[in-house]
């Protein structure tokens, strides 16, 4: 079945440590984002790529980075520069043509905690 | 500035009991509206892309309708099954990916 993929499902920070979430798609997507989502918020986009090895910061980008060397896959890292990084992470994926108006799936998240 | 709000910010409703959620919006030049579900501890799940003022889309005991200001999400008969957060995205007209602007949802409890 086609999907998003999202590892680990939980993952625990202690402090100064950088982490790194997975993400994967088998949809042949083009464009790929990843989004924080904290209790009684929106999601806000972290970073998105719209093609292999190019990528644009979006409205919380500070203490994140960032790879695109494979279409299916989009890895986040957390920094130790983030330093409130506890919420929930959904990496999304949308396809051919033009970025606007396509709907975009969504994996079933990462939650990250501070140890 | 551009936003969406969604209203109300819970709802419970008993088996049977249909009801409207609304995401009101204003953005410079709507380019698609979304209507996603989530539950807990999983990704938002894709249901519906509104387009155009009058647009109505369906899928089972959901309808989404889209006005110039708002778009609603239609539940009929609603079952326990139906119970999510239902959220709602508006792309604005400068089509790129950081001009998806997203409510804070609504949670829908439908109680036996």
């Known amino acids: 079945d086609g999907g998003i993929t999202q590892s680990p499902k939980y993952l625990f920070r202690k402090e100064g440590q950088n982490v790194t979430l997975s993400c994967e798609q088998n949809?042949?997507?083009?464009?790929m984002y990843w989004y924080r989502q904290d209790p009684g918020q929106g999601l806000r986009l972290i970073y998105y790529?719209?093609?292999?090895?190019?990528?644009q910061k979006g409205d919380i980008a500070e203490g994140y980075s960032v790879s695109r060397e494979k279409k299916e896959s989009f890895p986040l890292t957390v920094t130790s520069a983030q330093k409130n990084p506890t919420a929930f992470y959904l990496c999304?994926?949308?396809?051919?043509?033009?970025?606007?108006?396509?709907?975009?799936?969504f994996g079933d998240g990462t939650r990250l905690s501070i140890l | 500035e551009d936003q969406v709000t969604q209203s109300p910010e819970a709802l419970r409703l008993q088996e049977g009991e249909s009801s409207s959620l609304n995401c009101s919006y204003t953005?410079?030049?709507?380019?698609?509206l979304f209507w996603y579900r989530q539950d807990p501890g999983k990704g938002p799940e894709f249901l519906f892309t509104?387009?155009?003022a009058g647009e109505e889309k369906e899928k089972e005991r959901l309808k989404a309708t889209l006005t110039k200001k708002e778009s609603f999400l239609h539940i009929t008969a609603p079952k326990p099954e139906d119970s999510a957060t239902y959220l709602c995205?508006?792309?604005?007209?400068?089509?790129?990916?950081?001009?998806?602007?997203f409510g804070t949802g609504t949670r829908l409890t439908v109680i036996p």
């Open positions: 790529s719209q093609i292999v090895n190019d990528f």
């Open positions: 509104l387009y155009s």
């Open positions: 995205a508006v792309q604005a007209s400068s089509g790129g990916a950081n001009n998806l602007f």
């Open positions: 953005v410079s030049g709507l380019r698609g």
């Open positions: 999304a994926s949308s396809g051919q043509g033009p970025v606007a108006n396509q709907p975009q799936h």
């Open positions: 949809l042949n997507h083009d464009a």
